[in-house]
């Protein structure tokens, strides 16, 4: 998998092409806050919430089931930024 690309398309808030990372019954989950979703719910949260944004991919760390990235997210008007990382678990590429 993509993963830099990956990012781009979600710092982009590019709706079809994150829809095309996800198999239709795929459940991301959010453990901080204990939300799960499905990929339309996600899309919704990615592209709607919270308005434009802009981001950088810091580091991608290999796993045998997928990879952890580091990414630095902040709004466009720059009162908000944070760090996330995400575990990615793939099946059959997505």
């Known amino acids: 998998?993509?993963?830099a690309q990956y990012w781009r398309d979600c710092?982009?808030?590019d709706r079809e092409a994150l829809r095309g990372w996800f198999w239709p019954d795929?459940?991301?989950i959010w453990p901080c806050t204990e939300e799960v979703f499905t990929v339309e719910e996600f899309l919704i949260a990615n592209c709607e919430y919270p308005g434009a944004w802009?981001?950088?991919l810091l580091h991608v760390t290999p796993t045998p089931m997928g990879a952890v990235t580091e990414v630095r997210i902040?709004?466009?008007d720059?009162?908000?930024?944070c760090h996330a990382a995400s575990i990615f678990?793939?099946?059959?590429?997505?």
Do not use: N, P, W
Not at 78 to 81: H, L, N, R, T, V
Not at 89 to 94: A, M
């Open 26 to 28: 795929a459940r991301i």
């Open 54 to 56: 802009s981001g950088e």
């Open 89 to 94: 678990t793939l099946y059959k590429g997505k």
């Open 1 to 3: 998998m993509d993963f």
């Open 11 to 13: 710092i982009g808030q």
């Open 74 to 76: 902040a709004s466009v």
């Open 78 to 81: 720059g009162k908000y930024s």
